[in-house]
């Protein structure tokens, strides 16, 4: 079945630890994105990519990086510089095209410190 | 910076209602205005609106934009218990970027 798979779907972070998230998708789909969700925030853009090996921050970047080494993944590692991690991820993942795409979401990681 | 406001932010009604959400937008370079629904996990694509005053419809669900007034309304009639989730707007803007700005969404809950 083509989806978009993110993993795992808990995660803990001790003090100090970076911490990565994967987000794979066999859509063929170019463009992936990075999202945070907190409780009454909505949906807030930390890193986009729109092709191989090329990514923009987004609202959001500081204390995260990501990599772009295959269309179908886009890891996100949330490093010890990001002081409140703890929040929904969401992985998101669309056609670019004539831009009239829905991005399309995984499950989602939710990530807490311990 | 873009803006997307929804109201109400948290409704609740009895089964059977019709209920209306609603969105705003201030934006530059409008492309399109999206309905998602968010149960537990991931938001699942409800509507995609580009045209103002074109219904869009999904069995109980329908949807339309006004691009004068920037906004758009999601209707959701004889509603269910299934209906009960986060509805979340967001906006498709500027040239290239293919980025969405979302709202804080509406958690409608549908009681018996």
């Known amino acids: 079945d083509g989806g978009i798979t993110q993993s795992p779907k808990y995660l803990f972070r001790k003090e100090g630890q970076n911490v990565t998230l994967s987000c794979e998708q066999n859509l063929n789909h170019d463009a992936m994105y990075w999202y945070r969700q907190d409780p009454g925030q909505g949906l807030r853009l930390i890193y986009y990519s729109q092709i191989v090996n090329d990514f923009q921050k987004g609202d959001i970047a500081e204390g995260y990086s990501v990599s772009r080494e295959k269309k179908e993944s886009f890891p996100l590692t949330v490093t010890s510089a990001q002081k409140n991690p703890t929040a929904f991820y969401l992985c998101?993942?669309?056609?670019?095209?004539?831009?009239?795409?829905?991005?399309?979401f995984g499950d989602g990681t939710r990530l807490s410190i311990l | 910076e873009d803006k997307v406001v929804q109201s109400p932010l948290s409704l609740v009604v009895h089964e059977g209602d019709t209920v209306t959400l609603n969105c705003s937008y201030e934006v530059t370079n409008f492309r399109s205005l999206l309905w998602y629904k968010q149960e537990k996990k991931a938001p699942t694509f409800l509507f995609m609106l580009?045209?103002?005053?074109i219904e869009k419809k999904s069995g109980r669900l329908s949807s339309i934009l006004d691009k004068k007034e920037l906004f758009s309304i999601l209707n959701i009639t004889a509603t269910q218990t299934g209906d009960s989730a986060v509805y979340l707007c967001?906006?498709?803007?500027?040239?290239?970027?293919?980025?969405?700005?979302f709202g804080k969404g509406t958690k409608l809950s549908v009681i018996p």
């Open positions: 580009t045209s103002s005053g």
């Open positions: 998101a993942s669309t056609f670019i095209g004539d831009g009239r795409q829905p991005q399309h």
């Open positions: 967001a906006v498709s803007s500027g040239a290239g970027s293919y980025q969405l700005t």
